[in-house]
DNA sequence: GTTATACCTCGAGCCCACTCTAGGTTTCGG
DNA sequence: CCGAAACCTAGAGTGGGCTCGAGGTATAAC
């Protein structure tokens, strides 16, 4: 079966050796097997429960709730339960990551219009009669 | 002219008092007076100015460029262009947030089907003949 | 007037997620 | 068989963004 070494995992989900080392000793994956001499052999199923570590990861959850994850998939069918709670709290709370980002989305475009027009007048003061305020 | 103290301002947006002095030891808040005796003064179009503050934080700007910001401000006219620039290249960075935040969900979603149906089999070995792995 | 509460500064401390250094072993190309 | 490059661990260091404690002043409520 082919397998990849630490730097050519790095490589591919774009993250350095030093962290994925630090996943390893914060116990994000604890089904990477080992050389007699101690080097890491990644197989595809690794890559692809990192690639799930990841996406937790840009969903905003920290390291130490990753690792109760995995701890569960460690522990089989027993916590499916918990897995599948966490996952559709997880889609909650990205939703709402979406929805503030959004709201940001708005109120950057309309800033961008704001000094737009500034530039366009050479002055900001075009929108002195606004409720804006002082710095826009 | 209605002003606001520190802790009005604090839960005003959802901030603590300490955030916020620590906000403006960063230099974020330049524009807040003072009482003779050194108390903040918080005028509306502060807490306003404060607003775009969060916005920038929440698009992932790190406090030291929202400092750029606050000072280009401060400038003046002459400092529009930056600010114009800035602004255009923030909705930049959101987008690609929003982007990859669409992504995540969709792996999220496609992993909260993955546990609904392992639950209802009681056991994940229903998707034993995917290509996903074994952290599924 | 006094007591409680809110304000202030300065600097230390904390947490997170890396990031790197030191010192050593292993593997691989020529 | 040798030297370079990649691997390993343990532990220290970094940077960002707060968060808090000490020590002190000011205002508001009784």
Redesign the interface.
């Known amino acids: 079966m082919k397998t990849f070494s630490i730097s050519e995992v790095a490589k591919e989900l774009d993250l350095t050796v030093y962290t994925l080392r630090y996943y390893d000793k914060e116990g994000l994956m604890p ?1 990477v097997e080992r050389t007699p001499s101690g080097t890491r052999l990644f197989k ?3 890559i ?2 990192l ?2 570590v990841e ?1 937790l990861k ?2 905003g959850m920290p390291i130490k709730e990753i690792k109760n994850f ?1 701890d569960w ?1 460690s522990d ?2 027993s916590t ?2 918990q ?2 709670d966490m ?2 709290e ?2 909650a709370t ?2 709402a ?2 929805e ?3 709201k ?2 708005e ?3 309309h ?2 219009f704001y ?2 027009t ?2 366009e007048a ?3 003061d075009v929108h002195k009669n606004n409720k ?5």
């Open positions: 089904f595809e199923t690794d692809g429960a690639k799930i996406c840009a969903s995995i998939c089989g069918d499916l339960q897995r599948y996952f559709v997880r889609k990205v939703e990551q979406m503030e980002l959004k940001t989305m109120i950057i475009e800033k961008c000094y737009k500034a530039l050479g002055t900001e804006i305020g002082s710095f826009g």
